[in-house]
């Protein structure tokens, strides 16, 4: 397999080390050993040396949810979400990526989302359309939340509209390329429709993306990959905290405890932790989760449960066994996919969306 030199390095420090074993949520979630990062750098290294096929760790490859924790947590500076992308990568340029990440690859680039959705739900048509003129800021929605959570994407058009705030939502918004990032790292079709999405978007002033895996793709690798967006990029949850700093959005505290659930791509990538925390503080009382900030455990998320919806469940319950562990009984989120994930495994704790708190 062909891998940078940087890539063999970290792989080949990775495979003896344990530092990360605890964090990883997959592992955690499955309990077993090939879902660590350890493991995977392991199997990665027999592949370099010819020991076994590509084809045989792809699996594995893609059991790994590139959240980041392994990386925020090794001392010694190794990522092992470097390398995992990198073998994504080769595998989609010699043709040996698993047949399910093919489909949704395949989708990504013929109908501008993994799931192959051509058709929008009609509320959200309706509301898109009621903000089809054109204005200085956009609210970029993104493809899981107009097409798997329609519900969430509508709520977030009702927050911008309750604040009084003149913006455009595209009819027809293009794919950030957030997924087939994730798919198949910095391939050509990745860079493409990228730069498709930022001629798009340089059209506006400013952005304001919904989707926190949206706003990191956005913010941070259209920068390193010298895609070319000139409007201003700003998170959501961002975003929310200046309409609540200037009154726009009039915030009545509720007394309420809540704790919060960062979205690693904002804390971790983005290194956005307050924001969030000052919209939640306006409208009730916060309470922290164990493993907070940019040590936040993930929560699960869509495109992975097409593929793992067991362990996207598994995931989800140990982020509510989190939540009990303080004596939570309500959890606010900020990503359209925990909320999703989260969703799913709802019992005693309850879960709710930044947006469904702010509109009460």
């Keep these: ?62 059991e790994c949810a590139c959240c980041g924790a392994c990386v925020k947590e090794c001392v010694t ?75 969430s994407a509508v709520n977030a058009i009702k927050v911008l509209e309750k604040a009084g705030v003149s913006f455009t939502v595209l009819e027809k918004e293009p794919a950030s390329g957030a997924q087939l ?72 505290n509720s007394g309420k405890k809540v704790v919060f659930q960062d979205p690693f791509q904002l804390a971790r990538d983005l290194s956005e932790t307050e924001e969030a925390r000052e919209v939640v503080k306006a409208y009730a009382v916060l309470d922290e989760m164990l493993c907070n900030k940019k040590d936040t455990m993930w929560a699960g998320n869509i495109l992975m449960a097409e593929w793992m919806p067991e362990v996207m469940n598994r995931v989800a319950e140990d982020r509510m066994n989190n939540a009990r562990g303080v004596n939570a009984d309500t959890i606010v989120t900020a990503s359209v996919s925990e909320y999703t994930a989260l969703k799913a495994v709802e019992k005693d704790v309850k879960v709710i969306s930044i947006e469904e708190l702010i509109l009460g």
């Design 1 to 62: 397999m062909i891998m940078s030199e940087k890539g063999k390095q970290h792989v080949d420090s990775c495979r003896f080390c344990w530092m990360c074993h605890h964090i990883c949520p997959v592992g955690n979630a499955t309990g077993q050993e090939r879902n660590t990062a350890r493991a995977r750098a392991l199997g990665i290294s027999l592949v370099n040396r010819e020991a076994i096929e590509l084809s045989e760790i792809m699996d594995n490859i893609f």
């Design 77 to 151: 500076g190794w990522d092992p979400v470097m390398f995992t992308k990198e073998t994504r990568l080769q595998a989609a340029m010699e043709g040996k990526l698993p047949e399910y990440i093919n489909v949704l690859v395949d989708n990504c680039i013929e109908k501008g989302n993994a799931y192959g959705i051509t058709e929008i739900d009609a509320a959200l048509k309706e509301k898109i359309a009621a903000h089809k003129e054109k204005t200085d800021l956009v609210l970029f929605l993104g493809v899981d939340a107009i097409y798997k959570a329609p519900a």
């Design 181 to 252: 990032e994730y798919l198949i790292s910095a391939a050509n079709e990745t860079k493409e429709q990228m730069a498709a999405c930022a001629k798009e978007l340089n059209g506006f002033k400013t952005v304001v993306v919904y989707d926190p895996q949206d706003a990191k793709v956005l913010k941070r690798e259209y920068k390193e990959w010298d895609i070319a967006l000139t409007a201003e990029v700003k998170t959501f949850t961002a975003y929310l905290a200046d309409l609540v700093k200037s009154g726009a959005l009039k915030a009545e």
